[in-house]
């Protein structure tokens, strides 16, 4: 049996809900954050808080002390300053591995469909980094790569709707991409942290809806009652953006590189092998989520 946890972004949307299920079925879970006020302001029972940033490895090592599964659910793509992807994806995954090497632990990485070395997205290439040192490290692994978080995009397209209630639409907006709930995952997450049977295995999961953006923010505003169509940031001042505004800060370059890749590349998915081996993940649609 799992005896102790030790979830690096625990505090945020998907691994909250990890947290939450990890203690409902009585594991001890262990919350790295930077900061102790993005923890739960009540204690639960069965979750500590420690503080801790993946960036510096003898912090990751004393949270990481003791604990049987090291999950990895950091991510630096928004980051300002030192945060980024390759010092949150790439090397705090890597300080997280080996401060689980150091206590006996296994480790649930967290990556993103589509990692890879020669991705056009900086958190790609930096995920990629990430699975291949675990990969070749003698700790065991469960890597779990998802799609696009649905509850994410769609308070982004809600946040930036306006009083007109018309979300922006970075880009043209008609490329179809894979979205997943994040419900959906945590359920999947839990299921690999709490069988070590899933050690050795790249997961991959995806939703139901291959929607462009567009469509997604079709629905956001038919959910909210109102009509007419999104509005459009053109891909002009995206690159703008990538090249200008992203010298100076990196973080919005990076956004602006990888809205354009979602306006472009291709985003869908359709490998359902991850709902047969794990029986009982919901599935939960856009429409769902709105409804
Ligand atoms: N969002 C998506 O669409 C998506 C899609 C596929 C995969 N994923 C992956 O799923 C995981 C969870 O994503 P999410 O959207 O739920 O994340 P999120 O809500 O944005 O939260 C990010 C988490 O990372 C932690 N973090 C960031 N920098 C850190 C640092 N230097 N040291 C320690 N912790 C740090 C934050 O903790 P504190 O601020 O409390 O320190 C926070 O808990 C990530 O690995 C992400 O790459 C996300």
């Given at each position: 049996?799992?005896?102790?946890?030790?979830?690096?972004?625990?505090?945020?949307?998907?691994?909250?809900?990890?947290?939450?299920?990890?203690?409902?079925?009585?594991?001890?879970?262990?919350?790295?954050?930077?900061?102790?006020?993005?923890?739960?302001?009540?204690?639960?029972?069965?979750?500590?808080?420690?503080?801790?940033?993946?960036?510096?490895?003898?912090?990751?090592?004393?949270?990481?002390?003791?604990?049987?599964?090291?999950?990895?659910?950091?991510?630096?793509?928004?980051?300002?300053?030192?945060?980024?992807?390759?010092?949150?994806?790439?090397?705090?995954?890597?300080?997280?591995?080996?401060?689980?090497?150091?206590?006996?632990?296994?480790?649930?990485?967290?990556?993103?469909?589509?990692?890879?070395?020669?991705?056009?997205?900086?958190?790609?290439?930096?995920?990629?980094?990430?699975?291949?040192?675990?990969?070749?490290?003698?700790?065991?692994?469960?890597?779990?790569?998802?799609?696009?978080?649905?509850?994410?995009?769609?308070?982004?397209?809600?946040?930036?709707?306006?009083?007109?209630?018309?979300?922006?639409?970075?880009?043209?907006?008609?490329?179809?991409?894979?979205?997943?709930?994040?419900?959906?995952?945590?359920?999947?997450?839990?299921?690999?942290?709490?069988?070590?049977?899933?050690?050795?295995?790249?997961?991959?999961?995806?939703?139901?809806?291959?929607?462009?953006?567009?469509?997604?923010?079709?629905?956001?505003i038919a959910n909210s009652g109102a009509t007419g169509g999104p509005r459009h940031l053109p891909r002009v001042a995206l690159h703008a953006m990538a090249g200008t505004v992203g010298r100076i800060r990196p973080e919005l370059g990076r956004q602006a590189r990888a809205?354009?890749?979602?306006?472009?590349?291709?985003?869908?998915?359709?490998?359902?092998?991850?709902?047969?081996?794990?029986?009982?993940?919901?599935?939960?649609?856009?429409?769902?989520?709105?409804?």
């Open positions: 049996m799992t005896a102790r946890v030790l979830v690096a972004g625990g505090t945020g949307r998907l691994g909250t809900l990890v947290v939450a299920e990890l203690a409902k079925r009585h594991v001890n879970v262990r919350v790295m954050t930077r900061d102790r006020s993005r923890a739960a302001a009540e204690p639960a029972a069965y979750v500590e808080t420690v503080l801790g940033d993946v960036r510096d490895p003898s912090s990751v090592l004393a949270a990481a002390a003791g604990v049987d599964v090291v999950v990895s659910a950091v991510h630096g793509f928004v980051g300002t300053g030192g945060v980024s992807p390759a010092s949150v994806d790439r090397d705090g995954n890597l300080h997280l591995i080996d401060a689980a090497r150091a206590a006996g632990a296994d480790v649930v990485l967290m990556s993103v469909v589509g990692a890879a070395q020669d991705s056009p997205m900086e958190l790609f290439r930096m995920k990629h980094a990430a699975e291949a040192a675990l990969r070749a490290s003698d700790v065991p692994w469960t890597i779990v790569q998802a799609t696009a978080f649905l509850e994410l995009w769609i308070e982004l397209l809600r946040r930036t709707a306006g009083r007109a209630n018309r979300p922006l639409v970075f880009g043209r907006g008609q490329n179809p991409i894979n979205f997943v709930s994040v419900r959906d995952v945590a359920a999947l997450v839990v299921q690999v942290i709490t069988d070590p049977a899933t050690r050795g295995l790249t997961v991959r999961l995806g939703g139901p809806d291959n929607l462009t953006l567009d469509q997604l923010a079709g629905l956001v809205a354009l890749a979602m306006d472009r590349d291709d985003m869908t998915f359709h490998d359902h092998a991850a709902r047969a081996r794990f029986a009982g993940l919901p599935l939960t649609s856009a429409e769902d989520l709105l409804r």
